[in-house]
């Protein structure tokens, strides 16, 4: 078992996938480098030319069943998410994976502890009223909810029961383990522009995080 993975998901990235890759190994050159790919152009091709781990969900199933599946095939002790898209700082890997190491469960970061020059304005408003949202109902300190740049032990992926079907996975990844007493701390990062177009739908994203925030089973 390696004592690190780091784990993405991604969809048609072959434009940012080996610089993102590249960024890993520089950062935690010993980590297990692991995707779920659900990509029509050459990004599996690529992650694999550059010796990254690809397992292949197609016809895609949605963020959430592909998250959970990079999340529960990772070997590492220590096992840290990112997007695909150049947005998140690899460099920032081994602080995550040292605070995992000192004691915490979960890492995770905000990328809107002020406004990130790369964030549309509404955007950030609207990660900074989810935050609200979290903190209203469950009373959890955060200001990201959504941020795809997070640490977990291994152990905390593998003993909850994740309801993964839907979009805004990432709000469950975070109340759950909080919810049942996982260890948690947040730390600031940079937010960079992205390479490649969003795969977003904003509208759907939006009445995915309320239910999760709100609804008892998805912290249960």
């Known amino acids: 078992m390696v ?7 991604s969809m048609n990235e072959e434009g940012a996938v080996e610089k993102v890759i590249n960024d890993i ?6 980590a297990e480098i692991l995707l779920v790919d659900s990509s029509k152009d050459k990004t599996a091709e690529i992650a694999e030319k550059n010796r990254a781990k690809v397992i292949k969900q197609f016809p895609p199933k949605g963020y959430g069943k592909a998250m959970e599946l ?9 096992i840290v998410t990112m997007d695909c898209d150049s947005t ?10 040292k605070l ?6 979960l890492v995770n970061t905000t990328r809107v502890l002020n406004k990130p020059k790369n964030m549309p304005f509404p955007n950030f408003l609207a990660n900074r009223f989810f935050a609200f949202l979290a903190w209203l109902r469950h009373g959890i300190k955060t200001t990201d909810v959504h941020s795809g740049m997070r640490a ?4 905390l992926i593998h003993s ?3 309801k993964a079907d839907g979009p805004a996975f990432p709000v469950e990844l975070l109340i759950r383990p909080i919810k049942h007493g996982y260890k948690y701390t947040e730390v600031p990062i940079n937010y960079y522009e992205r390479i490649g177009t969003t ?3 904003k509208f759907s994203s939006t009445i995915w995080t309320f239910r999760r925030i709100f609804l008892q089973e998805y912290y249960d």
Do not use: F
Request: aromatic letters at 8%; hydrophobic letters at 40%; one cysteine or more.
């Open 199 to 201: 795969t977003l739908r």
């Open 100 to 105: 995992c190491r000192d004691g915490y469960d």
């Open 152 to 155: 977990y032990k291994r152990d």
């Open 160 to 162: 909850l029961d994740w």
């Open 3 to 9: 004592d690190v993975s780091v784990v993405m998901i």
């Open 25 to 30: 190994k520089v950062a935690v050159p010993e």
């Open 70 to 78: 990079a999340l529960k095939s990772a070997s590492g002790e220590v």
């Open 88 to 97: 998140y700082p690899s460099k920032d890997i081994p602080k995550l994976v």
